[in-house]
């Protein structure tokens, strides 16, 4: 008697896609420096867009198309 069972394993579960891999529709410019960010400074990372434009931040902000 074999100790392996006789169904076959289920396939692994698809990977999500990392966020750093996912492109954010918006690109933020920073108008009026705030927290770590300066005048100036492009953001580009998904995660901080999102962070950003749903925080109280989100006037220092220019936000354009990428």
């Keep these: 008697m074999s100790d392996t069972p006789d169904t076959a394993p289920a396939a ?12 954010s529709p918006y690109a ?11 005048v100036g400074q492009l953001i580009t990372d ?4 999102a962070a950003v434009l749903a925080g109280e931040s ?5 936000k354009r198309s990428a």
């Design 28 to 38: 933020l410019t920073v108008k009026f420096a705030f927290a770590d960010y300066t």
């Design 58 to 62: 989100a006037a220092n902000v220019l």
């Design 46 to 49: 998904p995660a901080e867009v």
């Design 12 to 23: 692994p579960a698809p990977t999500p896609v990392a966020a750093s891999n996912a492109k």
